[in-house]
């Protein structure tokens, strides 16, 4: 189930770009992102190009983990 939720969401990033309608998503940092894949489980990633979108997941996991 997280699995595909993480997929609907990189497509909707790739479809909209780094911040798709109808996701939580938050600025952590530089270029490090959070989206919120449910209630419980967050995604963390990266944009590592400008000049063409491309994201590097780097965390799919419980949220009580995803701050530390």
Do not use: C
């Not at 595909?4 to 109808?22: C, K, R």
């Not at 952590?28 to 967050?42: A, Q, S, V």
């Amino acid at each position: 189930m997280i699995q595909a939720l993480a997929e609907l969401a990189v497509t909707g990033m790739e479809e909209q770009g780094v911040n798709p309608v109808g996701w939580d998503t938050l600025k952590t940092g530089k270029d490090e992102y959070r989206l919120r894949l449910n209630y419980r489980y967050r995604m963390r990633y990266r944009i590592t190009s400008e000049h063409t979108l491309r994201i590097e997941v780097f965390y799919i996991g419980h949220r009580r983990e995803a701050y530390r």
